[in-house]
C-alpha cells in the first residue's frame, strides 16, 4: 500500500487544478488565433448581414446578395485586432489572478493543517509525559512508603519512536504538615 500524506495530497490536486487552468488557457488562445487566420477570406456585409468568401482580397468588394459596396476598412479591422488582444489580455490576467489566489490558499490550507498536525502531536507528547510523570510519581511514592527509601526515581520508556525519562525526588523529608514531603517530577522527551 501506498501512504500519502495529506498535505501532498492537497498540493497535487490544487497543481493539477492550476496546469489544467493554464493548459486551457492557451488551448483558448491558439485556437482563437488559427480560426481568425482561417476566416480572413470571409466577408459579412454590413448592409444584409450575408456572408459570402472573397478569395480575390479585393479593397472593394461587391455583395452578392444586395449588390452593394463594401469597403476594406483598415482601421475597423485595426480596432477588432486591438480589442481581441484585449481580450486575450483580460483572459491571461483572469488566469494569472486566479492562479496566484489559488496558490495562496493551497498555501495557507497547508500551513494551516502543518500547525494543527504540530499542535496536535505536542499535544499527545504532553499527555504521554504527563502520565508517565504521575507513574514516577506514585511508584517514587510507594517504594518510599513500603521501603523507606528516598533515593531519586529515574524511570525510561519509549512511546511511539521517543524516549521519555521521568524523575521523582524529595528535595528533604518530611518537613511538610504532619511530618509530609514534597515530591518534584519531571519529564524530558
Not at 29 to 44: G, H
Not at 123 to 131: G, H, K, L, T, Y
Not at 132 to 160: H, M, N
Request: with cysteine.
Amino acid at each position: 500500500m501506498i501512504a500519502i500524506n495529506l498535505d501532498f495530497a492537497i498540493s497535487l490536486v490544487i497543481s493539477i487544478i492550476l496546469i489544467l487552468v493554464i493548459i486551457s488557457w492557451f488551448r483558448y488562445t491558439i485556437k482563437e488565433d488559427r480560426s481568425l487566420n482561417q476566416s480572413k477570406d470571409v466577408v459579412q456585409c454590413p448592409y444584409c448581414s450575408y456572408v459570402f468568401t472573397d478569395f480575390l482580397k479585393q479593397e472593394i468588394k461587391i455583395c452578392p446578395r444586395c449588390e452593394s459596396y463594401i469597403e476594406n476598412k483598415k482601421e475597423e479591422a485595426m480596432k477588432k485586432d486591438i480589442f481581441k488582444n484585449e481580450n486575450k489580455a483580460t483572459v491571461l490576467i483572469t488566469v494569472i489572478m486566479m492562479v496566484l489566489a489559488m496558490t495562496t490558499l493551497s498555501i495557507g490550507i497547508l500551513g494551516a493543517m502543518g500547525s494543527q498536525g504540530l499542535l496536535g502531536q505536542n499535544q499527545v507528547n504532553r499527555i504521554q509525559a504527563e502520565q508517565l510523570a504521575k507513574g514516577a510519581f506514585w511508584q517514587f511514592y510507594i517504594r518510599r512508603a513500603t521501603t523507606g527509601v528516598s533515593a531519586p526515581l529515574t524511570i525510561t520508556e519509549t512511546l511511539d519512536g521517543k524516549t521519555y525519562t521521568a524523575s521523582a525526588s524529595t528535595d528533604v523529608p518530611g518537613t511538610g504538615p504532619e511530618n509530609t514531603s514534597e515530591i518534584t517530577t519531571t519529564t524530558n522527551y
